[in-house]
């Protein structure tokens, strides 16, 4: 468990980085923080002089110390959380979320700085991977890698096969990560050749439920175009249009209709199919290369 120290109160640090900004002494830095100045000094080799970026220009979100006292002091004397949400000015969730992620073990009172050390090592970033904590969970990882197995495959096989376990799951996106970023990298780089693509980098693709390139619909047209001939069955009554009816009798024919105001067969009801081998023009008569012309 994380031990608390004066270094985790980020309203406290931030005060003494911000004096030492404006040119102020060591010795005034910590004064102003409300500390010593042996302590500002270990502050200062702590970050190699460098400010730290973590808690400057807080915006309330996050409980502070001073919050986690009042906590402390109202779950001592009997208060329910909603009469100290209302005191604090929080959320009844919040105070709940408090109390059941940072009381530290089951069955010990809530301590605030016990509390404020659990958060400040969970707030800490970068995270390690999963895979670079987790031997266990890193070697099934890399057998099944082996055996061919997608990492999508690898966890429905890790549900399965240890399903009372929560510390044997891992994301398809961990391991695309652990092989692909090597900053991160919990599993061989080599293990990438496993994998179905065996790409040596990682491309960007689109989602598997999202086109490649939309198709607009009719209420999308531009508004200068003309409107959109209904070659179907209507989208209010599900009946088929005249206009259906005729590309249906044209495809079934293939035969292209008419212009407007002529009768022909594919456009008179009573009209029958010309005879087609009436209509066609006479062969040609085939001459021989090496025979004369006429004269």
């Not at 220009?57 to 209302?86: P, Y």
């Amino acid at each position: 468990m994380a031990q608390f120290s004066d270094r985790m109160v980020n309203e406290v640090v931030q005060r003494f980085w911000a004096a030492m900004a404006r040119g102020e002494f060591i010795t005034d830095a910590a004064a102003e923080a409300g500390t010593y100045r042996m302590k500002g000094h270990r502050w200062l080799a702590a970050c190699g002089g460098v400010r730290p970026r973590r808690g400057r220009d807080l915006k309330g979100r996050c409980l502070t110390f001073a919050e986690r006292e009042e906590i402390a002091v109202g779950r001592a004397g009997g208060q329910s959380m909603r009469a100290i949400a209302a005191r604090l000015g929080r959320s009844p969730s919040t105070i709940s979320r408090e109390l059941a992620r940072n009381a530290g073990c089951r069955g010990q009172a809530y301590r605030a700085t016990t509390a404020h050390a659990l958060a400040y090592e969970r707030a800490g970033r970068p995270k390690p991977s999963k895979l670079a904590v987790n031997l266990a969970l890193r070697r099934k990882v890399q057998d099944d890698l082996q055996c061919r197995y997608s990492p999508e495959q690898i966890v429905g096989r890790l549900a399965r096969e240890f399903p009372d376990d929560p510390q044997m799951r891992v994301s398809a996106e961990t391991i695309y990560q652990s092989l692909y970023i090597q900053s991160r990298g919990a599993l061989r780089r080599d293990l990438t050749t496993c994998l179905r693509t065996g790409r040596a980098l990682r491309r960007p693709g689109r989602q598997a439920h999202q086109p490649s390139q939309p198709d607009p619909g009719h209420d999308q047209h531009p508004p200068n175009a003309p409107p959109r001939p209904m070659t179907g069955p209507s989208r209010a009554t599900g009946k088929a249009t005249s206009s259906s009816a005729r590309t249906t009798r044209q495809r079934s024919a293939r035969w292209w209709s008419a212009p407007p105001g002529t009768r022909c067969w594919c456009t008179s009801p009573t009209a029958t199919q010309p005879n087609r081998s009436a209509t066609r023009s006479p062969p040609r008569s085939r001459r021989s290369p090496t025979s004369s012309a006429p004269r």
